[in-house]
């Protein structure tokens, strides 16, 4: 089975957040990175850096987490991200074998 990812992706000035959840994260930072989604919210506001992300085994755990996190507030996601990455580094680089 493969491993499911949630994350978290931000634009150049980390003004907007977007958590998704996804079994290919390179593949669908990619996607968002190249705006494959013509009117979706991140393409609207330039959503493309990837700053933060967890890896799961069970996709119904990934989902919750998901949810979990999406019903944060803005004040928890952002102190979510800072806990691993204080400095807001695109992580993509991290993630592409």
């Given at each position: ?7 978290i992706i931000t634009n150049e000035y980390n003004t907007v957040l977007y ?79």
């Open positions: 089975m493969k491993p499911m990812y949630i994350y958590t998704g959840v996804t079994n290919d994260l390179p593949k669908r930072v990619w996607a968002h990175r190249k705006k494959y989604s013509e009117k979706g919210f991140t393409t609207q506001y330039n959503v493309n850096k990837l700053v933060y992300y967890e890896v799961f085994e069970d996709p119904y755990e990934a989902i919750k987490r998901e949810k979990q996190i999406k019903g944060g507030s803005r004040a928890k996601k952002i102190n979510l991200i800072k806990s691993l990455n204080p400095e807001y580094k695109d992580l993509f680089a991290e993630i592409v074998w």
